[in-house]
């Protein structure tokens, strides 16, 4: 997670699962950790299902990475250590998402 921050990498995860594969000795599917590395990175989670088939999810994520916006930032606070900040994009139009990660790695 670490590294893909560092280097500003977008994760897109999908969950493709078949939960009863591997009956009671099946271990996690893995979403929490699909979640958290998406979220983090700033990119999005999808999960595979009746409901929400692997085109679908396709058509979502071509769509989603056609309309994407890359905004700059320079930091009024000077770097003197190399780190992890914080940041928070709001928007004041009602009715539109904001989805970004939420730190970028600062350099010296």
Known sequence: MEA???TDTLIYSILYSDPGAYGIF???DGRRVLQ???NDSGGSFFEVSKKQTIDKVFDILQ????NQYNLG??????VTVSEFRTIQLT??????????RRQYWARR
Do not use: F, H, I, N
């Open 63 to 66: 769509e989603e990475l056609r």
């Open 36 to 38: 958290r590395m998406s």
């Open 26 to 28: 099946g271990g996690g």
């Open 4 to 6: 893909a921050q560092r």
């Open 91 to 100: 928007v004041r139009q009602k009715g539109l998402a904001v989805q970004a």
């Open 73 to 78: 930032y320079v930091s009024d606070e000077p």
